[in-house]
């Protein structure tokens, strides 16, 4: 059941261009739908990895309104193939139908279903669905559940106010996530919720004992102080700032050079946190 109205003619459109309507074809990775608590996602995981002793636990971006594993799947694979893991990528509800704080409740089901399986998760995603991972992150500690061994945020949207200074310095390099669409999407998302909650902009949240976690951003993009002000307040919080590339430039991976390189990034940050003890003493 909808908590709030369907989508308009035009992003329900767009959603279907975006999405595709095919799982897409990922050489090397075997893409699997499933069902995590009531949540469904798609498994992508590499047909050369023996051991599924870890995972990464993936939110897609999209504003809170587009987006679906679907139409991330060559990143998502990409992912999955660079890190050596099987990536999960979350099909959360969307605004407006599911308003804040649906998309959160499908991410604490899937996290809690993925960390059954004691498995080491690393939790993440891009855009929206990078705040979502942080937000989860801080709903993890305040309940004082289990929480993964790290994070990974690529161009993070953690302020849904769009007052940061970016948003004013980066208005004419930021053509992908502009004020106009933050502010429409983060009204669509909220539906009149304060947006100084910090389960829906988590920079406003106490980030003192949180896991490692990775940062991503363009010098260029909106949400550049978004991660940069994370950064400052998570203490294992390590930030990447990269130069000449739009918001959320991993998706362009693998024909984009810097996406790749952002991937590499990635990957050397998960295999860094999520090896096994006995491994990490070697």
Do not use: K
């Not at 261009?17 to 095919?22: E, L, Q």
């Not at 060559?74 to 099909?91: E, F, I, K, P, T």
């Not at 976690?213 to 400052?232: H, K, P, W």
Request: charged share 20%.
């Amino acid at each position: 059941m909808n908590r709030g109205p369907d989508a308009d003619p035009e992003l329900a459109a767009t959603r279907l261009r975006a999405d595709g309507t095919t799982l897409p074809d990922c050489p090397g990775v075997t893409l699997t739908p499933d069902v995590c608590h009531g949540v469904p996602v798609t498994h992508f995981r590499p047909d050369d990895v023996d051991s599924d002793d870890r995972v990464l636990l993936w939110f897609h971006g999209g504003g809170y309104r587009l987006g679906s594993a679907r139409g991330f799947g060559r990143w998502n694979a990409g992912l999955a193939a660079r890190c050596g893991v099987d990536v999960v990528s979350v099909d959360y509800r969307l605004a407006p139908e599911h308003p804040f704080p649906e998309a959160l409740i499908d991410a604490v089901l899937a996290y809690t279903a993925v960390a059954a399986s004691s498995r080491r998760v690393v939790v993440g995603g891009e855009s929206a669905g990078g705040g979502l991972a942080a937000a989860l992150l801080l709903v993890l500690a305040d309940r004082d559940l289990p929480a993964p061994v790290g994070g990974v945020l690529c161009s993070p949207w953690l302020d849904l106010s769009n007052s940061s200074t970016s948003f004013t310095e980066n208005a004419s390099t930021d053509a992908l996530f502009p004020r106009a669409a933050a502010d429409r999407a983060a009204a669509l998302y909220l539906v009149g919720h304060p947006p100084t909650d910090p389960y829906a902009s988590p920079l406003l949240g106490d980030w003192a004992l949180q896991p490692p976690l990775l940062l991503q951003a363009s010098t260029a993009e909106n949400l550049r102080d978004d991660a940069v002000g994370l950064a400052a307040s998570a203490p294992g919080g390590r930030l990447e700032l990269y130069d000449g590339v739009p918001h959320a430039w991993h998706i362009g991976y693998p024909e984009a050079p810097r996406s790749v390189e952002a991937a590499e990034s990635i990957a050397r940050f998960v295999n860094e946190i999520a090896c096994p003890t006995e491994v990490q003493r070697t």
